[in-house]
């Protein structure tokens, strides 16, 4: 079961996709988050959930220091950024490798 975190400032989108994420307990072990929690992002690397959905209407949650922490903290993570002024979501994973030479630059293109 992959846990699932939102994090939102409760706006309209974000409450109608909790609602429909919520009819699916058996798939998903949801996880709403505000973003007026002052732990917000420390709760919600504690719980290192395999996605986060960011409801991109709150400016709190549109901010790239927030994603970059998130990324940087969930090595494995992958965001969903939902925009209420468009019918489309932006999906980011995001991989680490060491590099240390040329051919280890090129193994990762």
Same mark, same amino acid.
């Given at each position: 079961?992959?846990? &699932?975190? /939102?994090?939102?400032?409760?706006?309209?989108?974000?409450?109608? &996709?909790?609602?429909?994420?919520?009819?699916?307990?058996?798939?998903?072990?949801?996880? &709403?988050?505000? #973003?007026?929690?002052?732990?917000?992002?420390?709760?919600?690397?504690?719980?290192?959930?395999?996605?986060? /959905?960011?409801?991109?209407?709150?400016?709190?949650?549109?901010?790239?220091?927030? /994603?970059? #922490?998130?990324?940087?903290?969930?090595?494995?993570? #992958?965001?969903?950024?939902?925009?209420?002024?468009?019918?489309?979501?932006?999906?980011?994973?995001?991989?680490?490798?060491?590099?240390?030479? &040329?051919?280890?630059?090129?193994?990762?293109?």
């Amino acid at each position: 079961m992959s846990i &699932v975190a /939102i994090l939102t400032g409760n706006s309209l989108l974000a409450e109608g &996709v909790i609602s429909r994420l919520r009819q699916h307990p058996d798939q998903l072990d949801l996880r &709403v988050i505000e #973003t007026t929690n002052p732990c917000a992002i420390k709760q919600i690397i504690d719980i290192q959930p395999s996605t986060v /959905i960011l409801d991109d209407s709150d400016p709190i949650v549109a901010q790239q220091s927030l /994603i970059d #922490t998130l990324l940087t903290n969930i090595p494995s993570l #992958t965001l969903i950024r939902l925009d209420p002024q468009s019918a489309q979501i932006q999906v980011v994973h995001w991989e680490e490798h060491r590099v240390s030479k &040329v051919r280890d630059l090129l193994e990762v293109l």
